[in-house]
């Protein structure tokens, strides 16, 4: 069972060796330093008018609550009731569902509290399009495939481009007892 708490700047930094190991994910074509690490959370996470949205992933373990992971929605357009979802679970907790849960949880934010019509989300083929596939499956979700949308170790890769709508995943959460 995940837990989600606001982002901390020390939730910020366990993520950066994780977020710069995984660069096959990231739009971002370079390792972040430390500096940009912490000048993202201060200029990005802590603006309150930031269209980013991101929470910090915790599981409890036992006694302790151990933090795996982070992610939520970012690129809000207001206007358009619209977000894309990110996500990063650390290596170690990789595979143990938290992801699929973590996915759950952003997609109730997304739509029971930031009011938005649409999350999107984008996976290149050279990073984990499967683990997206089945969550569009799981929320009947849409997805297509675009060519050459990542340029990464010496080739183009294609990507997933997937949406979830409040709709689509309200009648999943009918169908399975409840809310998101």
């Known amino acids: ?14 993520v950066l060796p994780w977020r710069n190991a995984a660069m ?14 912490e000048e993202w959370y201060r ?14 992933l915790w599981a409890q373990m036992g006694l302790y609550s151990m933090f795996v992971g982070y992610g939520g929605i970012e690129n809000i357009e207001w206007e358009n009731r619209r977000g894309e979802i990110s996500l990063l679970i650390g290596p170690d907790y990789r595979g143990m569902g938290y992801g699929r849960e973590a996915v759950r949880l952003f997609l109730d934010r997304a739509f029971n509290y930031l009011n938005l019509e649409t999350v999107w989300g984008e996976s290149y083929m050279c990073g984990h399009p499967d683990f997206w596939r089945r969550c569009v499956e799981d929320y009947n979700g849409q997805s297509t495939r ?11 890769h294609d990507s997933l481009y997937f949406t979830f709508t409040r709709c689509d995943v309200g009648a999943w959460a009918e169908a399975n007892g409840g809310r998101v």
């Open 1 to 14: 069972m995940l837990e989600l708490s606001a982002l901390t700047l020390d939730n910020a930094l366990t």
């Open 24 to 37: 096959e994910t990231l739009r971002t074509p370079m390792m972040l330093t430390r500096e940009q690490q």
């Open 43 to 56: 200029d990005v996470i802590c603006d309150r008018r930031s269209s980013t949205r991101y929470w910090a």
């Open 146 to 156: 675009l060519p050459r949308r990542k340029y990464y170790g010496g080739s183009y």
